[in-house]
């Protein structure tokens, strides 16, 4: 029996990009192309109405990421499989090197993109796509939820939601995106470590923000402005400015 074409679709902001990617898949056998999309809104209604088998997707797009869009089909349990194009973000590759999740750097290699594909169907067939994608999420991070400790107990919260953590003495105060603030007795050198790898940056001794929120920096005055539910904004260091110009947002 013949197998049914897979049907692919599409997910880049940048046209050029959605351009090359329709010629190389042209070339390669036993696939079609379901639709297009721009952006993660686009992407989950282009799954809707074309259910499609595999998705070529970028990481870095106007609002939500590739990752949350991978994050939101899997809660609804559909059996689609990704293969990631990016230009960059060594974290990212590097959490998909260690869940065996495929990825290509643009610009993208005609044959690479032939044996993702092929590595694809193969593991269709084996039923483990499913298995794949939790240690995905799971390494990034997504969908995650740490425990601090409180004066009067712990709290329960994804780390995500957390818009910046400031140094209060010995304790530290947390501000979550919703504008609740607490203060827990973690100290904000274990909540650095705590939070490595979830998009957080150290801007001085005493504060730690979520890149996520970041939306303004002065460089002559040292402050950084986060908007969640309102605007903070927090002095930093003149060294680690620096080196958070020189990291990917």
Avoid at 134 to 140: K, M, P
Wanted: aromatic share 6%; hydrophobic share 40%; glycine share 6%.
């Amino acid at each position: 029996m013949i197998d049914e074409p897979i049907s692919i679709l599409i997910v880049d902001d940048e046209p050029e990009a959605r351009d090359l990617l329709t010629m190389l898949l042209e070339q390669v056998k036993g696939v079609k192309i379901a639709g297009y999309a721009e952006n993660v809104d686009q992407a989950l209604v282009q799954v809707e109405e074309q259910d499609p088998d595999l998705i070529l997707l970028d990481i870095q797009m106007p609002g939500k990421n590739g990752f949350e869009l991978v994050d939101s089909l899997h809660r609804t349990e559909r059996e689609i499989g990704y293969i990631f194009v990016t230009a960059y973000d060594e974290y990212a590759i590097k959490a998909m090197r260690s869940s065996a999740i495929d990825y290509l750097l643009k610009p993208v290699d005609p044959e690479l993109l032939k044996d993702a594909i092929w590595r694809f169907r193969e593991e269709r067939q084996q039923l483990v796509l499913k298995d794949r994608i939790n240690s995905l999420l799971e390494n990034l991070g997504i969908g995650r939820r740490i425990k601090v400790n409180t004066r009067t107990g712990f709290l329960v919260i994804d780390p995500k939601d957390i818009v910046c953590c400031t140094a209060d003495g010995n304790y530290t105060e947390i501000t979550m995106a919703n504008g609740r603030s607490e203060v827990i007795s973690n100290n904000l050198g274990s909540m650095e470590k705590e939070l490595s790898g979830d998009g957080f940056f150290r801007i001085s001794r005493s504060a730690l923000i979520n890149l996520k929120y970041l939306t303004y920096v002065d460089s002559k005055s040292s402050v950084c402005r986060l908007e969640g539910n309102s605007v903070i904004e927090l002095k930093a260091a003149r060294n680690r400015l620096s080196q958070l110009g020189k990291t990917s947002i």
